[in-house]
């Protein structure tokens, strides 16, 4: 809430439907973790509990006791979802997200041999009781490069055709990957190209684990753009840069 008498630009109030920010936890101990949401859940959408951090971790019921009184939503990460395929464990997956009473689910196939194709139609199974986030790219960095940006905006297209919400575009937690170059370089002209492609920006939601991209994401497409892999503890600096109020942005809505 803007309690000044500063010019900032909008950005919606809970329940957002555009400007989402979503949270990754990466294995946080469980008070820091009810710490940082507490003093950031109007400005926290959906949290995600990395990779498979949510197997190995004796707080995670805690947690997620902590969003739901928060009200903010939350699902396992993508590689979690793979590593149940790869096993031929689909539908023990499902009964996995039911169990923790999950709303969302990523499905991806960053890291294992599977189709778009085959990914839609796990999409597409999926959506019929989630609401799904699906990942497009490639964790391996050389793999990503390889993926053409008509490729990429086919799989965006063919994911929300099967009953994705929205896409998410992978730059992995390094930002090494995916719409990055393994130095960490945007793609730029891949991002150009997806922009112009008619697919609608707020069907897709930009990993951007680090202040750069964050950065360029904002003064590319705004205030409300749609980012993801956020450290919890950037939450505010975050809401900082999207309003401007940092030296990054400072003149970016003027």
Same mark, same amino acid.
């Given at each position: ?37 507490? +003093? ?9 509990? +990395? ?25 396992? +990460? ?96 390094? +930002? ?79």
């Amino acid at each position: 809430m803007n309690a000044t008498s500063l010019t900032l630009p909008a950005h919606a109030a809970k329940p957002r439907t555009h400007g989402l920010t979503i949270v990754l936890d990466n294995g946080l101990p469980p008070r820091y973790f009810q710490d940082l949401v507490d +003093g950031a859940k109007s400005l926290i959408d959906v949290v995600k509990f +990395g990779w498979g951090t949510s197997i190995v971790s004796d707080t995670l019921e805690q947690k997620i006791a902590c969003l739901r009184e928060c009200g903010i939503d939350y699902y396992f +990460g993508g590689t979690l979802f793979e590593k149940f395929v790869s096993q031929g464990q689909v539908g023990a997956y499902v009964d996995y997200c039911r169990r923790y009473g999950c709303q969302y689910v990523e499905i991806s196939n960053g890291t294992i041999a599977l189709s778009n194709t085959e990914k839609a139609r796990l999409v597409e199974r999926f959506a019929r009781e989630f609401r799904v986030l699906s990942e497009v790219g490639f964790k391996d960095s050389e793999r990503s490069l390889h993926l053409p940006p008509a490729q990429w905006i086919e799989y965006i297209r063919e994911d929300l055709a099967a009953g994705a919400e929205r896409v998410i575009t992978e730059a992995r937690e390094s +930002g090494t990957s995916g719409i990055c170059r393994p130095d960490g370089e945007v793609r730029y002209g891949l991002i150009e190209e997806i922009l112009g492609s008619g697919i609608e920006s707020n069907s897709i939601i930009f990993e951007a684990p680090n202040k750069g991209l964050q950065t360029y994401f904002i003064r590319r497409l705004g205030t409300d753009v749609n980012l993801a892999n956020i450290a919890m503890q950037d939450v505010i600096a975050l809401e900082t840069l999207r309003l401007g109020l940092r030296s990054d942005t400072l003149l970016a809505f003027h």
